[in-house]
C-alpha cells in the first residue's frame, strides 16, 4: 500500500477522473471489507446520478450497492445504525442541497453518538455528497455548503479536488473509525456531460493507499500572495497561478483537501511566507470557510497580513439561475485574477 | 363530462406536449457536439412531462385562477394547465428579465403569485406550504383550495407524511395528487414503495383515498372533482394516486438504460389514445385536431420568440432579490 | 403467559418504578428552595416513564441482549427491562465517569453497546438508527431483531413514515412500538393525529399493525411475541402500538394544568392492577410483593450509591471522543 | 410609537424579563394586525415551554394560536404558505438543535422563495426558536447554531439580549417583508426555574415600538478591548467588564443584537479605537461568527489588531451533560475575563 502525502509516487498509475478514481477506491476497498457496502438514491442501476458508484452493482450486485427511496433520513439513518454495528456503510446523499431533510440523523446522530456515548460507541461511515454549481441548476441544486457540515462537531469534513486525492481520500474516509463525509464537486468529477477542467484527469495508482484526512496539499509553490482553496476552485486558482505567473506574481496555491480537521499549520506557514491571502471559496462568503482562514491568522498573528485578504466566495445570494447571474457569483478565474492582483497592488 | 370540456382539456394537452416538444428541440439544439448539461440557451436540468398531461388538464379543470397549486421539478404541464403565461413560463426556461422569476429560478421554480402557481425542486417538499395557502384561504373564509402535487417516488419522504396528517388534522382545503409513473428516476416503485397503491396511504390520515388506473382524463377529471368539491365545501383534504406514465426520460440525457418498460412506452401515449376517443364519440375530426396542434405551435413558438428576445439579466443585478 | 413469567415483569416493573420514583426524588431533593432545573446532582430535563412499565417489559420479555432497542427521551423504563446495569444508568444520570457515556450522554442518550441499546431526544428520529442495526443483523445471518420505540405524538413525525416504509420494502426484522400515552408535552392526541389508532397507520406500508388497550401486560406480551416471531423468521416489521399511561408530567417541573385527565390518572396505574391479577391468580401474595418491592429498593440504592461515589468528569477532559 | 436605537427613551415603562417583553410585542403586534398568527409545539395551552406564548392563547383564541403536531416540516412550510398568502406567521421551533428535521423548509423554501421568485413573492414569516445551553440539557437540546442559520442567504438572524430589545426586535421582526430567524437564549428570558442572569429584568416601554433589525448595540464603551458577543454572553461580558473596570481595564461591549444583516461597521470602528477584539460566542467556534468577525477586520485592515484575537466559544465538540464538561465548554465569565486579560497582557 502506498502512502500518499501530497502528489502520487507514480507506483503503477494510469490517468483517471475523478469519478472513476472515486468508484476505483469503494471498489478496491469493497473487495477487502465485506462490511462495506454503498446505498443511496440511483446507486445501483444508474450507477450513480454524477458517477460515483458506476458498475458498483454489476460487480458487487445488489446485496451490497443498495438502491433506496426517497427517504434521506431513513437512510442516512439506516447507516449509522448498521456502522454502530460494526458495518462500513458509504451512504450517497445526491446532491448536498438536499441536506435539509435529512440534517438530524447527521449532525445529531451520525456526528454525535460517539461522543454522547463517551466514546463507547463507534460510527464508521461515510456519507459522500455532490456539491456546486456553474451548469444553471438553480438554487436548490447548486450549493457546496461544506461551512455548514464543518461547524457542526464531530464529523470529518474532507473535499478532494483531484483524482488521486480523490482516491485515497475516499480509502481513508472509509477506514476512519468516525463518520466522514466525502463532498465531491460535480465540476471535478470528469463527467462527460458536463464542461471538464483539464485537471480533472490525472494520475491514479492502481494499487490501493491512502491520503491521509487532515494535510492540505501545496498545489503549487510560490512566494508572493497564499490562495486557499479547495474543490474545483484549485482547478481555477492553478489556472489563474500559471496565468499571473507570466506577469511576475507568484502565487502558492494551498488545497485545503479537508475541512475538518483543518490543517492550520499549513495554513499559517505560507501566509508568513507570502504576507498576502485571496481565500477562494464556491461556499456563501459569510459566516463559513473564509471567515475560519482570517481567524486563524488573527488568533496568531494578524500582522503576518501585510495587505487587507480578500474574499472570493459566492455571495451570501440564493444560487441564480441565469448563467449570466450565476457566473456573477461564482468564484471564476476572473474573480480570482482580480482578487490576486489586488492584494499585490 | 361534456364535449365542449372534453375538446377545451384536449387542446389543453395539446398546447403542454408541443411546449414540451419545443423545449426539448430548443433544449438540445446548442449542446451539439459534445453534449453539455450547462451550454446552450437553456442550460442545467430539464424534467419534461410529457404523458402526464391528463393529470394536469383534468384536475386543473376543476380549478380556479384563485385555487392554489404547488408542484414539482417536473411543472410545466401544471403550470400551463393552471393558466401560467407561456410567455413568462418560457422566458424563465431561459433565464430572462421576463420570466416569471426574472430568470433568478428556472424551470424547477416556478412561482406565479396571480394564479398561486409555485414549485420546488425538493421532493415532496412542495406540500407542507400547500397547506399554508390552504390555511390562509380557510382563515379568510374564501372557497379556494390548494392542490399539492408529486410523483410517486415522493409519497416516502417524510413531508408526505406531515402534510397528509396536519392537513388531515386541521380540516385543511387541500388535494393531494400523487403522479404515479412508475419510476423516481433509475428507481422502480416496486423497489421503494412498500404498499402497492399509495391510496391506501390515505388510511393512515383517516382520509378520502382514490387511485386512477390508465392515466385516465376523465376518471382523473372526475375523482379531482369529487376532492375539490369537498375541500371546497370544508370537507378536508383527499389523496389522489394517478396511474400515469414517463414518456421520455427523467431529465434530457438520461439514456434510461435501466428501463425494461422503454418498448411499450410510445404505445401507452395518452394524447393520440384521447385524440381516438374524441374521434369516436365525434367530438373532433383532423380539421380539429390539426386546429389544435396548429394553435399550439403558433402559441408555443410565439413564446419561445419572447423568450428569446427578453434581456439577459445584468451581471451585477445578481444579489438583488435576497430580501425586500 | 406462565406465572414464572408473570411474577418475573411483575418484578421487573416494580424495580423500574422504584427507580424511577428514586429519580424523583433525588432530582428534586437538591433543587429547593428556589427550583432551578439547572441545579443538583443531578440537573438538566428528566423525563420519567412510570405508568409506562408493563409496555416495556412485556417487549422486553421477547428479546434477548443480542437484540436491539432504541428509546426515546423517556428511556429509563426500556432501557431496565432490556437489562442495562443500574449502577451504569444512575451513573449517567449523575453524569460521572462510570456512566454509560462517561457522563458526556446524560439521561437522554443512553448507549450500551452489550445490549445494543440506544435511545435519541429527537422525536421519532431513534427509527433511522434501528433500521441500520436490523439491515447488519440481517446480513450477518443473525437471527437478531431491532425494537424501535416512540410515543404517539412522534408518529406524525416524517422519520416514522420513512423508517416504516424502508423496513416494510426491505422485510428488516424490525418492530415499531408506539407508546401512545395520550399526550404529546401538552398537546393531546386527538389534537395531532388524524386517526384514531396508529395501527391503522400500517396499512400505508402493508405488514401488520395491532392496537393493544388498557396498558395491558399480557396483551402486550402475546403481540410483542408474535412481532419478534414475524421479524426473526423473516417476515419483516411489525407495527404496535399500546394505549398506555403517562402517570406524571411529561418532565418533571411540569405543572400540568393543561391536563383535564389528571384526577383519575392514579387509579390508572398499571402496577397496583397488575398486582391485583396476580393475587387473584395466587401467584403473588403479600410476602412476594414486598419481597419484590424490598429487593428493588436494594439495587436501586446501591446504584444511586455507586453513580454518586463515581467520580466527577475533568473539565480538561470535554473535548475527548469528539473523534476516536 | 417610540423608535428605539441602542437603550429605551423611557416613556411610560415597567420592569419586565426577556419572556414576558417578547409576549408583550407578539400580543401588540397580533392587536394590530389580524393577519398575525402563532403556531408551534405547546404554543396554546402551555405557553410555550420556555414561556414565549404565555397567555396568547387565552386572550387570541384557538384560531390565531395553534399547537401544532410533531411534525415541524409540514407546520414550518406551513407558515411559509401562509405567509405567501399574505399572512404574517410567527412560528416556534421549540429547540434550535430540532432544525435538521425541518432545514429544508426554512433554508430551500422560506428563505429562497423571495430570491427565486425574483421579488415576486414575499416570505414575511417570523421563525422563533430556543437556543443556548447551561443547564445540562445535552448534546441535543443545548445548542445555539446561529451561525449555521447565518451562513445560509435569505434569512435575517437576530438574536436579542435585553428586555427591549426582545420587545423592540420582535415587533421589527413581525413587521419586516422578509423571512426573520429570531433566536431567544433560555437563559436571557428570565424564566422562575432556571438561573437568572440580573440582566434578564430590564426597562421595557408599554408602548408599541421597533428596534432595527442590522443594528448592533454598544452595551458598554470602553477604551482598551473590544468585545464582540450577542445573547447570554452579552450578559457575561457586562458582568465582566464591571469586574475588569476595578482592575483599570475598560471594555468595550458591542451586542451585536442581528447576524443577518450584520453591522460592520459599527465592529470596524470599536476595533480601530480599542486595537484589541475578543469574540464571545456560545456557538460553536469554527466555521462560524467568530471566524467572520476576524474576517471583517482582515478585509478592512488586519493591523487595526495591535495584538492576536481572542476567541471564547464552545470549542468544537457535542455540548456534554455533566455539569462539568459543559461549564468548560460554555463561554462563561471565567473564560471570557481570562481572554480579555490575555489580549491586554
Ligand atoms: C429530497 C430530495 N431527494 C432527492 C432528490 C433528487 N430527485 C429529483 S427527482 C427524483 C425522483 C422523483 O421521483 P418521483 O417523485 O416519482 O417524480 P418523477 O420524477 O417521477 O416525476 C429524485 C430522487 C430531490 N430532488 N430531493
Ligand atoms: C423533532 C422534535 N420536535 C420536538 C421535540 C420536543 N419534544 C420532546 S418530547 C415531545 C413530546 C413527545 O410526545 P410523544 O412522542 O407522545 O412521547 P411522550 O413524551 O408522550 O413519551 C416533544 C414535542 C423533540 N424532542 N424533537
Ligand atoms: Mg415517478
Ligand atoms: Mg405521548
Known amino acids: ?31 477487502r471489507d465485506p462490511s462495506v457496502i454503498v446505498l443511496g438514491e440511483d446507486v445501483g442501476a444508474y450507477g450513480g446520478i454524477f458517477s460515483s458508484t458506476t458498475g458498483l452493482l454489476e460487480r458487487f450486485g445488489p446485496g451490497r450497492i443498495l438502491d433506496t427511496p426517497i427517504s434521506e433520513t431513513a437512510f442516512i439513518g439506516l447507516g449509522t445504525g448498521a456502522a ?22 447527521i449532525y445529531n446522530h451520525m456526528a454525535k453518538i460517539h461522543y454522547e456515548s463517551g466514546g463507547n460507541v463507534l460510527v464508521p461511515m461515510v456519507l459522500m455528497t455532490a456539491v456546486g454549481g456553474g451548469y444553471s441548476d438553480g438554487a436548490q441544486h447548486s ?50 456531460w458536463m464542461t471538464k477542467s483539464t485537471h480533472a484527469l490525472g494520475d491514479v495508482p492502481e494499487e490501493s493507499y491512502t491520503v491521509p484526512i487532515g494535510k492540505a496539499a501545496i498545489t503549487r509553490s510560490g512566494t508572493d500572495v497564499t490562495v486557499v482553496t479547495l474543490s474545483l476552485s484549485v482547478h481555477h486558482s492553478l489556472d489563474v497561478a500559471d496565468e499571473l505567473a507570466k506577469e511576475g506574481i507568484e502565487c502558492e496555491v494551498v488545497d485545503l483537501r479537508s475541512l475538518v480537521p483543518l490543517d492550520r499549520a499549513t495554513v499559517l506557514e505560507s501566509v508568513a511566507k507570502t504576507g498576502r491571502l485571496v481565500v477562494v471559496d464556491e461556499d456563501y462568503q459569510s ?59 | 363530462m361534456e364535449n365542449s370540456t372534453r375538446l377545451d382539456l384536449y387542446r389543453q394537452m395539446v398546447l403542454i406536449r408541443t411546449f414540451e416538444e419545443t423545449i426539448l428541440r430548443e433544449y438540445h439544439a446548442d449542446k451539439a457536439p459534445i453534449w453539455d448539461i450547462g451550454a446552450g440557451l437553456i442550460p442545467g436540468e430539464m424534467h419534461l412531462s410529457a404523458g402526464q398531461e391528463p393529470v394536469a388538464v383534468a384536475v386543473c379543470a376543476n380549478l380556479t385562477p384563485d385555487d392554489a397549486v404547488t408542484a414539482t421539478h417536473r411543472p410545466h404541464h401544471f403550470a400551463i394547465a393552471h393558466g401560467m403565461s407561456l410567455e413568462r413560463l418560457a422566458a424563465e426556461i431561459y433565464g430572462r428579465e421576463d420570466g416569471l ?27 407542507p406550504p400547500a397547506l399554508g395557502q390552504a390555511f390562509a384561504f380557510k382563515s379568510k373564509g374564501s ?92 370537507g378536508g383534504p383527499t389523496l389522489l394516486e394517478v396511474h400515469t406514465l414517463r414518456l421520455w426520460g427523467h431529465f434530457e440525457g438520461d439514456a434510461q438504460g435501466y428501463r425494461p418498460d422503454l418498448d411499450g412506452v410510445a404505445q401507452r401515449d395518452p394524447l393520440p389514445a384521447y385524440e381516438m376517443h374524441l374521434r369516436a364519440l365525434g367530438v373532433a375530426d383532423d380539421d380539429v385536431i390539426k386546429g389544435a396542434v396548429t394553435e399550439a405551435q403558433a402559441r408555443v413558438e410565439a413564446a419561445i420568440s419572447f423568450a428569446k428576445s427578453s434581456p439577459i439579466p445584468e451581471p451585477s443585478s445578481a444579489t438583488r432579490y435576497v430580501f425586500s
Open chain 1, 1 to 31: 500500500m502506498v502512502k500518499i502525502e501530497t502528489s502520487p509516487q507514480q507506483v503503477t498509475s494510469r490517468k483517471l477522473t475523478v469519478s472513476k478514481a472515486m468508484v476505483e477506491g469503494i471498489a478496491q476497498e469493497m473487495e
Open chain 1, 84 to 105: 454502530v454495528e460494526g458495518m462500513r456503510p458509504i451512504v450517497e446523499l445526491m446532491f448536498v442541497d438536499f441536506f435539509g431533510v435529512a440534517m438530524d440523523q
Open chain 1, 143 to 192: 450549493q457546496c455548503l461544506w461551512g455548514t457540515f464543518a461547524h457542526l462537531p464531530g464529523m470529518k469534513v474532507v473535499v478532494p479536488s483531484s483524482p488521486a486525492d480523490a482516491k485515497g481520500l475516499m480509502i481513508s474516509a472509509i477506514r476512519d473509525e468516525n463518520p466522514v463525509v466525502y463532498m465531491f464537486h460535480k465540476g471535478v468529477m470528469g463527467l462527460p
Open chain 1, 287 to 345: 459566516f463559513g470557510l473564509s471567515g475560519e482562514i482570517a481567524a486563524i491568522i488573527a488568533e496568531e498573528d494578524p500582522r503576518l497580513l501585510r495587505c487587507p485578504m480578500k474574499r472570493v466566495c459566492v455571495p451570501d445570494t440564493p444560487i441564480p439561475y441565469a448563467r449570466s447571474l450565476e457566473q456573477a457569483t461564482l468564484p471564476t478565474p476572473t474573480r480570482i485574477a482580480a482578487a490576486i492582483r489586488d492584494v499585490m497592488a
Open chain 2, 101 to 127: 422569476g426574472r430568470g433568478r429560478g428556472g424551470h424547477m421554480h416556478l412561482f406565479d403569485p396571480s394564479i398561486h402557481f409555485s414549485c420546488s425542486g425538493i421532493i415532496a417538499e412542495g406540500y
Open chain 2, 143 to 234: 372557497q379556494a383550495v390548494a392542490v399539492a402535487v408529486t410523483g410517486e417516488g415522493a409519497a416516502n419522504q417524510g413531508a408526505f407524511h406531515e402534510s397528509l396528517n396536519l392537513a388531515a388534522a386541521w380540516r385543511l382545503p387541500v388535494v393531494f395528487v400523487i403522479e404515479d409513473n412508475d419510476w423516481a428516476i433509475s428507481v422502480p416503485r416496486s423497489l421503494s414503495t412498500s404498499v402497492a397503491s399509495n391510496a391506501e396511504r390515505a388510511k393512515a390520515y383517516g382520509i378520502p383515498g382514490e387511485r386512477i388506473e390508465d392515466n385516465s382524463l376523465e376518471d382523473i377529471f372526475a375523482a379531482a372533482k369529487r376532492a375539490v368539491d369537498r375541500a371546497r365545501s370544508g
